[in-house]
């Protein structure tokens, strides 16, 4: 994600929950009114790599299925002419690291306030904590108007 270090930029995390879509409209209409690029980051991580055996599936068809997914939900959040303007980014890792490098330089790293893990009554998922208490940028996390 090495971009421009003098472009305005807005990076939001997606991961295909409700508060992620929120997230991304809020990061492209917020990027609208300061004249910033937006940068929409899906991690992906198979539970257990790093243990003892190999991973039991093809990494690079993970990557191209979550890329493929990843493009067809900023279509239906955005439509089609919106998500033609947002680079996408697929990135192997722990998502709430991988947001933090991403944002580096960032305007604002704008994320949902739960993903799909955890606990429905969290409030906050265990990524939006973590990077609101690590983050070099400011972060706005949005919640979710569903309940």
Not at 60 to 83: F, H
Not at 97 to 107: K, N, S
Not at 127 to 133: F, K
Request: proline share 4%; charged share 25%; glycine share 12%.
């Amino acid at each position: 994600m090495a971009e421009d270090v003098s472009e305005r930029r807005v990076v939001v995390g997606v991961d295909g929950s409700q508060p992620s879509y929120e997230a991304l409209r809020w990061a492209v209409r917020y990027a609208g009114l300061v004249g910033a690029a937006v940068d929409a980051v899906a991690v992906w991580e198979l539970p257990g790599l790093y243990g003892w055996s190999g991973p039991a599936v093809d990494m690079d068809v993970d990557e191209e299925e979550t890329r493929e997914k990843m493009s067809r939900e900023l279509t239906d959040v955005l439509g089609p002419d919106a998500a033609g303007s947002v680079r996408t980014h697929v990135v192997h890792g722990n998502p709430a690291d991988v947001l933090l490098r991403a944002a580096e330089g960032a305007e604002v790293l704008v994320v949902g306030s739960r993903g799909r893990g955890g606990f429905a009554r969290a409030l906050l998922g265990s990524v939006s904590q973590h990077v609101s208490q690590h983050a070099s940028c400011p972060v706005v996390i949005v919640r979710s108007g569903k309940r």
